[in-house]
């Protein structure tokens, strides 16, 4: 619970301007929910409550200030569409949508990165030149090194289980830089819990990350540990997110560097934090298992070293939104078309988890199946097959490149579908399934308000990018 949230909300609906009797019966009402969590006095939660009060009360004051600035900067620019409503987070259009104005502001610092979030992609790439020798004899030359940096958030329903909250963001970080061409080379954490929440979590989440560096012989070398919210949210609820750098002697296989004619590859998928989620919530537990594997790493490792990265053209691993969103953005971002074989697909989707898929009527083209998908010429097709079976991993062929511009799935009955992402993912919960898929009547009126906070709070940066330089 969030009591900041909680008094705030309350306060500004009235202007910060409530009576003594009014502030008594918001104090009391705070004290009972504070009680529901903390096994403290009345009276001692009658103080906290009360400070929460005050505290709220003196931060709304700054509207009232003569320093039109300082308002300036504190004003949230405000879009009047909530989270949820605009499905963030969810991996469907509304989230696709959002994250591009995220980008927009990213972009206007003019910052200079090879693949940044503008491109939609899985990680982000710098290029820094450093003088090594060379392996063959004394000299040394200027090379170039790519520097991939990715991050993941753990799976929200996963706070209750955090080893495999920590396990499965772990990899979802390092398989962002692995589909960049990289090579895993160390892991960071942030960690953040709510101040009831026993530390145990802290040490299961971090045993769940530390599997993984384990297993794949990555370091954990940095982190951060907090609380949610200080002493302003109640409960035991984690919010954590990992991290992971990767480096590579070559540019990386980002969605944009596609060709017509290109072939598609997917390996087998077996789920991560999604497809637990879906087990956990839904009764099949023992899928759970199916999904705690390394099978992704070892197969773009697998690449790295047969030395065939540098021949692919674009790698991607089947996650926001599912196949449906990874093929959306990819032609988005090239405007070249993608066609699909949907037999071919399903045939990829590890036999356990499509059955679970299948009864749960999911749509396995529209969850996160974790796969690894690899667009690359047809003259090393083969060699990628053998490379990533010799490390006993599946993968097949499902479908190519062209330049038709859209992404398509040939069906098994032959007909063509246009692949495109539904406003949230597909449902793979019961609330999931009451909020729905479809797209809002409204979208484009929301997305228009949305697009204006964006553009708000690019013209606030600038304004105190401007202010600083000249005071200095």
Partial sequence: MDIEGFIRDKLAKQN??????????????????????????????????????DEVQTTLRVQKTDDEFLKDIIAIPMSDIAMGEMGVGSRGAGDFFVHRKIAEIVASTNSSSLVNPEAQDDGGVVKSPVSRAKSNNENKEEDEVYITTAVDGIHSRLSEYPYLGGFHVTRASLRDVCVMGAEPVAIISDLHLADDGDVGKLFDFTAGVATVSELIDVPIVAGSTLRVGGD????????SAVGSIGVSNHPPTARKRAEAGDVILLTEGSGGGTITTTAIYNGFFDVVWETMDISFIKASNALLQDDLVKDVHAMTDVTNGGLRGDAHEISSTTGLGLEFYEEDIKKMVRPKVRSMLETLDIDPLGVSTDSLMIVAPRDIVEDITKSVKSVGVKISEIGTVDNTGIPRMIKQDGKEEILEPLFREAAYTKIKKLVGETTPEDFEIMKEKVQYAANNSIKKKNKVVDYIRNRN
């Fill in 16 to 53: 910060n301007n409530i009576t003594k009797e009014e502030e008594k019966s918001l104090r009391n009402i705070l004290a009972n929910r504070i009680m529901e969590y903390k096994d403290i006095s009345n009276d001692h939660a009658i103080l906290m409550a009360q400070s929460v009060i």
């Fill in 232 to 239: 302003m949210v109640l409960g035991d609820r984690l919010v």
